[in-house]
């Protein structure tokens, strides 16, 4: 996934829009590892770092809240040609259950407190929006407390982002490596389930325009090559670069459950 650094730098999975030139690094790759059940290495809640976290997520939500680039997100979602997309996953369900992946430390770092912000935000703006999960392996007990005591829920299961979406599901991942995206869709491989994901995350047409200009890429990449014709995409609008590091080149993507002869020649060719 993608990852702060020592200094807060951003090790980024795709390439910047930003003005200045940057050099182009590969999505990164992380070898498979089995679901596996999760403990962190803290083993006891530290109170007064915990009321150190818990105030830096709640500035965090305040400031996301009164920002312009989250009046441009709201406006984004619930504008028809993007609402209608969230109305189809539904189906007759009244709510998503949402499941964030590779959040990130919520303490070192601004950018998952950013991210996580925004899924409180929407779950507060939404009544669509339901129970909220979060899996990071780096979270410390402490962090997952404040996480708890803003009503997600902390996985005990490293998953390694296969969960099946036997009901409406929200994936908010923004910024994970290559290979939790093709994990879910694999996981997934089936119009019946593909059509009940919602997937926040980086651009699938990103990925794709790097495996042009970089054959390697398409071994971290070739399930999301291979969906980008069953997806709908619609990328955020970055209006402030406050939140560039944390959302840049991230979309909204939906699969469409209108091309269901499609899918398995797909899988016949071992995608």
């Known amino acids: 996934m993608v990852k702060n650094t020592s200094d807060g730098e951003w090790t980024v ?5 930003r003005r200045q030139v940057r050099r182009k690094p590969k999505p990164k790759i992380q070898e498979e590892e089995e679901e596996k059940l999760w403990k962190s290495d803290d083993l006891e809640i530290d109170p007064q770092r915990q009321a150190r976290v818990k105030l830096k997520m709640e500035n965090s939500i ?3 809240e009164s920002s312009k680039f989250y009046t ?4 984004q979602l619930k504008c028809p040609e993007v609402s209608d997309q969230f109305r189809l996953v539904l189906g007759t369900e009244t709510q998503l259950q949402m499941v964030m992946y590779g959040i990130g430390s919520i303490e070192s770092y601004e950018s998952p ?8 935000l929407m779950k507060r703006e939404f009544d669509w929006v339901g129970n909220i999960e979060v ?6 007990v402490t962090e997952s407390s404040v ?4 009503g997600c829920t902390v996985l005990s299961v490293n998953e390694q982002a296969r969960r099946e979406a036997l009901k409406p599901t929200l994936f908010f991942m923004p910024h994970c490596e290559a290979n939790l995206y093709n994990n879910l869709l694999q996981a997934n491989w089936r119009m019946d389930r593909l059509s009940r994901i919602a997937l926040f995350g980086n651009s699938f047409q990103m990925y794709e325009e790097q495996v042009m200009l970089d054959p390697e890429v398409i071994l971290a990449t ?5 969906a980008r014709r069953i997806t709908s995409e619609f990328a955020i609008e970055m209006v402030s670069d406050d939140y560039f590091p944390a959302f840049h080149d991230s979309s909204w993507h939906f699969f469409s459950s209108c091309l269901d002869s499609e899918l398995p020649l797909l899988v016949s060719e071992g995608l």
């Open 135 to 140: 899996f990071d392996p780096v979270l410390s």
């Open 13 to 17: 999975v795709l390439p910047s829009k």
């Open 222 to 226: 070739k399930r999301i090559i291979a």
């Open 113 to 120: 407190r950013f991210q996580l912000s925004i899924a409180i």
């Open 147 to 150: 996480l708890e005591s803003f």
């Open 72 to 75: 441009t997100f709201l406006e």
């Open 62 to 64: 305040k400031k996301v």
